[in-house]
């Protein structure tokens, strides 16, 4: 099943060919220090993810991890710092032109659209593929058609993917916790994205669900060569899913590297284990 | 089996996406189109052309309009009355700068003209959001209205500050002025209310209704993904006030004939408008539809049963009208807030499963 899914995917390969090597700098974020008034979120932290690989950006409550995707997407305007995008340096960048970019992400608190079915919510992901005008699109015969069921083949694909086939036509806002988080990142991996950013996964799942969004991930990660870079709580998630992990604390970077190295460094010990800041 | 899924298996994405994806359904949709069109036209008089029929038609474009912005894309507005008037004060100047500009395309670019003006009063709609937004559109609404009062050169320096529409043809056979026949005002009517909500349908059912919905269910989330603000929210401004623009040329110039501009736009009609779209179904075509005949056809029976029947004092029989009204719109907002189209929805869910509701 999964094999012509790839297909479908391949086909939309607009945003593949990025002349970055697996392995090279797909972002690099450098020296970015991000205040709300007196609150430092972010303090003079860079790191880099990797094309192909999932990074994990790990911390205590507050530590800043949301900020720093904020950043990295648009949403939030670093005071000082450097962000480099797929071997371009960007300024200033609203949400959409990161999204334009191919940088799609999900939330820590659920945002999907819930007046709008699972397949409208996961079709809307894939806004910025379709180019057809209004005109062609109030016509709808020809061109938006095609472009139309294009697009829901594709999309048709994301939803034999993640398992989501029975809630297709279901409003979102009557799903489980569960559920409404898969089509989340349905709505994401729709975009075909160059860099998937997720804000706590698997926050509030049991442990089934966790086993299947894991997977879910993985095979992302290695079916459709995604690179991935995901906030996570559980330590055991992070350690399994990862190839390097970030640990940020009270706005700095604390830690950087391989999960078996990370999980031994006094300073990420101490900040898990909640040892008070001298 | 009248009501059936059953049998009516969807192959392709293409049947999935259909208007109407039961047949039963199609069938007795396409079988309403021909007695509108083929049927009443040989049968209409006077009285349902002006009382019911017409102005059904116009609000009916009014409400498809109001729902594109406020109910597919979320923006509250207290303008339409204000862009019901640019769109008739617009058909005016251009019916009488160019007398022999076929009435269709006069009524098509009123629309085209309110549109421009929509969107420049929806530019405040990147900034401010729910009330503050529908202060802003009333703003507009009371703006327009003073300025169609106060500059005489659009209403072509007449005394009475009246606009009035000369007489025009389709094909030969006139639409406007006091001489058209009641058939060909309605067919009129009924065609451009046909090819818009056609349009309509399209638009909200692919890329582009997604786009606003998106924006309206969740407005940051849908910038992150991709849906650009400014556009998106201009272009239900555009298209809405396109859409009313088109019905105030025509509730001008081919329902009142004449119009006064703070009598026939006035603050009322914006909430009528708002009142059609929420009691009808916000975000729902079928919604415009049923809203705008609700609030059409209720005072004409109200009158007929209170007036016409049991003999009750004009007046009297008016401030029950009003009272109902206010009512229901209290009962929909409270106890159904998809209106009308999804009581609709509803009773087909039970006539599907009718007689084994299992
Ligand atoms: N929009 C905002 N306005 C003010 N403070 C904010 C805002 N967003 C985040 N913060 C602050 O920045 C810090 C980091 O928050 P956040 O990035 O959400 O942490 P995390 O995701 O690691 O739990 C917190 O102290 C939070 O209160
Ligand atoms: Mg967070």
Redesign the interface.
Known sequence: MNVHIREDMSRHTLRADDGIATGGDLLKVDNISLSFGGVKAISDISFDVRKGEIRAIIGPNGAGKTSMLNVI?G?YHPQEGVITFRGKTRSRM???E???QGI??T?QNI??????STL?NI???R??L?K?N?FW????AGP??R???EH??AV?GIIDFLEIEHIRKTPVGSLPYGLQKRVELG??LA?EPALLLLDEPMAGMNLEEKEDMSRFILDVNQQFGTTIALIEHDMGVVMDLSDRVVVLDYGRKIGDGPPDEVRNNQDVIDAYLGVPHE | MLYREAGDFKTT??ED?QTFPIKSERILFWAAMAFAFLVVPFFIDSYWEKSVLVPLLVWALVALGLNILTGYCGQVSLGTGGFMAVGAFACYKLMTAFPDLNIFFVVLLSGCVTALVGMIFGLPSLRIKGFYLAVATLAAQFFLIWVFNKFAWFYNYSASGQITAPERAVFGIAVTGPNAAPWATYLFCLTILFIFAW?AR??T????G??W??I???D??????????LKTKL?AFA?SSFYIGVAGALFFSVYLGAAEVTEAFGIDKSFLALFMVIIGGL?SILGSFLGAAFLVLLPVLLKNLFVGSLGWPTDVAAHIQIMLIGGLIVFFLIVEPHGLAQLWRLAKEKLRLWPFPY
Do not use: C
């Open positions: 997407n949403f609203r949400p959409h990161a999204a334009r799609a992400r939330f945002a999907l659209f819930k007046g709008m409208d079709m809307t992901g806004i910025t379709q057809r209004m699109h109030g016509l709808w938006a058609e472009e139309e069921i829901r083949e048709e709505r994401a975009a | 994405y293409r996406n349009f399209n638009l059912r692919g890329r582009v997604r786009s919905m998106a309206r269910d969740m940051i989330a849908a910038e992150i993904i991709g849906v650009e603000p272009s298209v975000g």
